[in-house]
């Protein structure tokens, strides 16, 4: 079976020596997971299409090739540890066959990515972001600065020093408007820290103990919203805030959202102004607040 051009991608990257052997091994491990779904893939169709029929009717369709399944399937589903550290160095190389393997990654296993959701936040004089972008370290741009662009055209790009995320600046827009676009972070570096607050602001933010304001850590596949999210649901900032008033530098699970304190949910279902801040007390004292019944 021919390799499509998601496979060809992570090949090209397998054949080049720019790139250290966790790379190529992370490259191969998807490339062979991609070209074993697509055998499987032709072989159930063939399967389902080529049977006979029955009674009478018989089933058009002739099958003229069937895939070579002599070396089927390939070897993938590595060591985790080992794949997230291939990935980690092509998303902080500058080589474009770097930039094409990662926009491969983000969109069939995203998870094995360095970096959580996608966030854009306006560029605004006086918000919570602004705190934020004071401590961000200008660099040049690395292949995950290029996929998170996303052919966008971007004014500068940055590093944030406290949690690696890459950050961009985007050019005016024709109205002179200009947005942060990062990744969040996946974890916050904790220390003996405690979540202070959280702020609402496009994203939700959390101010620390020891002074410090990160975005707040999120899976790749999700985003953080309050009140009518449009598609985002409170439950999933809830079970974040919930888990990090806790500890603050745990890595946060959505696959059940739903089961966030109902408290909690209740109060990220409000439709907050933009700039909200609730501080730890007020989170505690929803957490602890059971459902009411109308």
Do not use: C
């Given at each position: 079976m021919p390799a499509n051009?998601?496979?060809?991608?992570?090949?090209?990257?397998?054949?080049?020596?720019?790139?250290?052997?966790?790379?190529?091994?992370?490259?191969?491990?998807?490339?062979n997971d991609i070209r074993n779904n697509?055998?499987?893939?032709?072989?159930?169709?063939?399967?389902?299409?080529?049977?006979?029929g029955h009674g009478e009717r018989r089933n058009p369709v002739v099958i003229a090739a069937v895939p070579d399944t002599g070396h089927h399937p390939l070897r993938s589903d590595g060591d985790r540890q080992v794949l997230e550290a291939g990935w980690l160095g092509l998303a902080l190389s500058t080589h474009p066959d770097a930039v094409a393997a990662i926009e491969v990654a983000v969109g069939r296993?995203?998870?094995?990515?360095?970096?959580?959701?996608?966030?854009?936040?306006?560029v605004r004089p006086g918000a919570i972001s602004e705190r934020w972008a004071h401590r961000l370290t200008m660099c040049d741009p690395t292949a995950a600065h290029v996929v998170l662009a996303q052919g966008k055209k971007a004014e500068a790009f940055f590093l944030d020093p406290l949690t690696d995320m890459p950050v961009l600046r985007t050019v005016a827009d024709h109205d002179g408007k200009?947005?942060?676009?990062?990744?969040?972070?996946?974890?916050?570096p904790a220390g003996d820290a405690e979540l202070a607050s959280v702020v609402l602001h496009h994203t939700v933010w959390v101010t620390t103990s020891d002074g410090h304001l990160h975005p707040a850590p999120c899976t790749p596949s999700e985003h953080l919203w309050w009140g009518n999210g449009y598609g985002d649901r409170p439950s999933e900032a809830a079970t974040v805030i919930n888990l990090l008033l806790d500890d603050l530098g745990a890595t946060p699970n959505l696959r059940e959202h739903?089961?966030?304190?109902?408290?909690?949910?209740?109060?990220?279902?409000?439709?907050?102004?933009?700039?909200t801040e609730?501080?730890?007390?007020?989170?505690?004292?929803?957490?602890?607040?059971?459902?009411r019944t109308r």
């Open positions: 051009d998601n496979e060809k991608t992570l090949r090209r990257v397998v054949g080049n020596d720019a790139f250290d052997v966790t790379s190529h091994l992370a490259a191969t491990d998807m490339a697509r055998i499987d893939a032709a072989l159930h169709d063939n399967e389902i299409f080529g049977k006979e296993q995203p998870d094995l990515l360095p970096f959580g959701a996608l966030t854009e936040v306006p200009q947005l942060w676009r990062f990744y969040a972070p996946l974890s916050l739903w089961n966030a304190p109902k408290g909690l949910t209740a109060l990220l279902n409000e439709d907050h102004k933009q700039g609730l501080t730890r007390s007020t989170l505690l004292h929803a957490r602890m607040t059971p459902p």
